[in-house]
């Protein structure tokens, strides 16, 4: 038998088995695809991965969770000690004594010389009121002026002023020592700075943090003696902002930026105020100074019509009742136009 004769008996057979084999082959390959995860334990190995990944997440979750909670809760305790320090330095202020006032007022002035200033006014006063009236009970309202009224007014200005110039420096002082802790420098580096280089009052108030951190305070302490010193709001939300950074940690530069962007809306907001309020001042003085102008007025054209209020005890009560009247009408317009935010 020839080799034609074999290929063309087993050519049919030959190709059904390879058609057999290909088909084979191919359910094998499928059938190894599909079930080969289960076999190998890759499967098993992926899902066992996800789920310690999943539990990791949520432990880490967790911990952020409660780190966050536990700051949420420091902050917390913090600012409720800061509310209670804040009531007790207010009720403090309210007693303030002489010697802290002349202080907050910028007078190098102990009580002595309070006193000394206080005489030296009522006699001054005591003087002029004799001068001019030449009645007892007019001189003796005048010594009660000079003696007591004056010097307080005159302490009070000084107070008032200083703190209007804190209050306009203060932004920039915080600007500078954001500035520093951003360039890298400590912060108390950064108060040392402004204690030099700020205009008074800020070098002074900051010049006495800087000293009482030489005599081992700590930094969050010695700011917080700040607002004793000057008490206003702003220099307490500094003193608050340094003490939680200390103690609570976070990004000083960041918080510090955001007070000094919240005085300066302050700042701002009370300049508006003024403004706004300036027509009902110029209302309120011109209100006041009417009936001194009219009764000025009178005495000029009709000396004698007028003088019956100086001469006669009814006229006396005329002008004691009209000046009382006066005042309430002014201490009102006061209150109406001073606000308070």
Sequence with gaps: MTLAEIQNLLGPQVTFL?????????????????????LSGSKRQKERLTTISSRAQAVDTRSKARDGERRRRSVQDQLKEFEERQKSRADKMRKQNLNQRLEQAGLAWDRKHFIYFSIGCGIVFTLIGFVISKNLLITLGFAFAGGLGVPQWFVNFRRKKRFNAFLEELPGAVDIIVRGVK?????????????????????????KIVETQVMGISLADSVARLPERMPLAEANFFAIVVAIQQKAGGGLSEALGNLAKVLRSRKAMKRKITALSSEAKSSAMIIGALPFLVSGILFLVAPDYIGLLFTRSGGHMIIAGGLFWMFIGIMVMRNMINFDF
């Design 183 to 207: 360039a890298g420098l400590p912060l108390g580096d950064c108060i040392k700075i402004v204690a030099k280089e700020a205009p008074e009052p800020v070098r002074s108030e900051f010049q």
């Design 18 to 38: 390879a058609i057999a084999l290909l088909a084979a082959f191919s359910i094998g390959g499928v059938l190894f695809a599909l079930f080969q995860p289960v």
